[in-house]
């Protein structure tokens, strides 16, 4: 075991962790006052569930040892997975290192879709189809991609850090959650204006910080790999809100608080599958060219019937096919040889490789998360009543709201109609 490379990926674990809160924070400030609770919750939710799951299932799926397709069950309950080394993923690491970074991917890719279902699906559909879909998605891809003897790796396929099996499986999924359960009842009636900008900075900001950890500390080890992953991480981010800036200039002549992070988190996203493979001037060009095809996702959604409430296929869906193709662009075995050599480097074949992993990850999760949300809707119900979209979904499923706003509710404990309003008075004065 290597010290070094324990004491990094325990920091990087760490900070993963910390997107999480992030996300919600990011999330959470994009939306109405009426959702904020319920919109953070979801977050916080995912990493908690999918955590039990990892444990007692998840990780032995997917990093088990079984078919091309899916582990096998050594690891149930987190048998034999200790502190002792496992030469196949991490020769440095205590496997219990590796299986709880891992966790950490597993639990904020179920979080990342939760913006797709803002205001109408009950937050306990939700947590089951998040063990669902963990189950039938997450860890045969975390397999296909990961595993050693999964069919895509074999293939040659790369994804450092997630591009296929975090982001794009998350936007597919948020596509499919959005046709399932059909558009809010205010859709394109009312405004889904951000309640709360500051945090959505604030949110930006932390997954920034705490994409380090998930870049770099893919590397699985504190060396030139890491560092790589690191720099191109920063400057993908850099390049993608730079970009995202400068067209907001070009069309509006202002730039927006809110689309700056938003090309923060497109540069981040797109870099993920290549950071360990790509130059840091790759990373520059990557961060840039994604977010073209994000801004326009983004704008056009708005105009179809798709009620992607924070346009997790945009930001996630569109930029992680983006990032995936372009690693089949820019990949260098000069950067890191146990990777591959893309176009620019004279392999053509890696970019083919590419697009085939990212088909395979689009229908399989949109055939796959179908499946789940028809069955899951003849067990429950997914959608909350027409009552609580229009009251709020903090309220209706938490019984709680983000705000008081100084009325007489705060004085009676209760929530007061119009007619209270004259009458309350009379009786807190007696």
Not at 81 to 90: G, I, L, R
Request: charge should be neutral.
């Amino acid at each position: 075991m290597v010290a070094g490379d324990t004491a990094w990926v325990l920091m990087s674990t760490a900070l993963v962790l910390l997107m999480v809160p992030g996300l919600a924070f990011f999330y959470g400030g994009l939306v109405r006052t009426k959702s904020a609770l319920n919109t953070m919750l979801m977050s916080l939710g995912a990493l908690a569930v999918v955590t039990v799951q990892w444990v007692l299932l998840g990780y032995s799926l997917a990093f088990g040892p079984g078919s091309t397709w899916i582990g096998d069950l050594s690891y149930i309950g987190f048998s034999g997975v200790t502190a002792a080394p496992n030469a196949t993923y991490a020769a440095g690491l205590p496997q219990l290192l590796f299986a709880a970074f891992q966790a950490m991917f597993a639990g904020i890719t179920v979080a990342l879709f939760s913006g797709a279902v803002v205001d109408r699906m009950r937050f306990a559909a939700y947590l089951v189809f998040g063990v669902l879909w963990t189950t039938c998605v997450y860890d045969p891809l975390a397999h296909w991609v990961w595993a050693s003897g999964g069919w895509l790796r074999e293939l040659g396929a790369l994804d450092f850090a997630g591009g296929t099996v975090v982001h794009i499986s998350a936007g597919t999924t948020a596509v499919v959650l959005a046709l399932v359960l059909g558009p809010r009842r205010d859709f394109r009636r009312v405004p889904n204006v951000p309640h709360n900008v500051p945090f959505a900075l604030l949110g930006a900001g932390l997954l920034w910080f705490g994409w380090f950890g998930f870049n770099a500390g893919s590397a699985l080890a504190a060396d030139g790999i890491a560092a790589n992953a690191l720099v191109t991480t920063h400057a993908a981010a850099a390049a993608g809100l730079v970009t995202w800036v400068l067209i907001e200039f070009m069309r509006s002549k202002r730039a927006t608080a809110v689309g700056a992070a938003t090309g923060a988190v497109v540069g981040l996203v797109a870099i993920t599958p290549a950071a360990g493979f790509v130059t840091p001037l790759s990373a520059l060009a990557m961060g840039a060219l994604a977010v073209p095809f994000s801004f326009a996702a983004l704008h056009y959604r708005p105009k179809t019937r798709l009620d992607d409430t924070l346009d997790v296929l945009a930001c996630h869906g569109v930029a992680g096919v983006v990032g995936a193709v372009l690693t089949g662009v820019f990949a260098s075995k000069a950067v890191n040889p146990l990777g591959a050599d893309g176009l620019l480097s004279g392999q053509a074949s890696l970019l083919g490789v590419q697009v085939l992993a990212v088909l395979a990850t689009v229908i399989f999760t949109a055939v796959t998360s179908a499946g789940l949300l028809f069955g899951l809707r003849l067990l429950m119900r997914l959608r909350v009543p027409i009552v609580a979209e229009v009251e709020g979904i903090d309220l209706a499923e938490h019984g709680e709201e983000a705000y008081h706003g100084g009325d007489l509710s705060d004085l009676t404990g209760r929530r007061t109609s119009l007619g209270d309003a004259v009458v309350l008075p009379v009786r807190l004065l007696r």
